[in-house]
């Protein structure tokens, strides 16, 4: 049986403190926005993960955590994996590797270039040439295909279902 995975991109964050880490940044007045929004158009899609990791830094915790409350899952399902901070493709795939066995739908919630680069390696498209509509921008979802090993994962082995930008989901008079 496929598999299927939701990579997501962490939410708008904020440069407003100096004082914060990048490790520390949180997410701006957007990003709050965002978050819930891209979680309630997945559970309006009836697209509910069964398995959830996410990169613990601020901005992606918060993002899991707004996205969950969303979906109705708690903080408790969320796997909270320091290998997606500043993750290459090696370490995405390591991350990958790891999902149960049982997970048909598993939500990654990280930080770019890493996730773009996964995209593109499992989706089989060209980094340099992905469309505007395919970037991986801030509270972007992409849903594909995988093989049923997430263990054996090759270049251009998933099929890319869609890629869904929170602009796309802008309710007038509410931005």
Known sequence: MPRRLLIMRHAKSSWDNPD??????????????DAPRMGNWLAEQKQLPDHVVSSPAQRAKQT???????????????????TIYNADLADLLEVLSGIPEKSNLTLLIGHNPGLEFLYTFLGGRQPDAL???????TAT???LTL?????KLSPGCGSVLWVKHPKELTVPGQD
């Open 64 to 82: 899991a955590l707004l996205v969950g409350k969303s979906l109705g899952f708690a903080e408790e399902k969320v796997v909270w994996n320091p």
């Open 20 to 33: 914060h880490s990048d490790f520390q940044r949180p997410l701006n007045h957007r990003g709050l926005r």
């Open 141 to 143: 979802l992409a849903l």
């Open 131 to 137: 469309a505007d509509a395919e970037q991986i921008k």
């Open 147 to 151: 093989p049923e090993d997430w263990s």
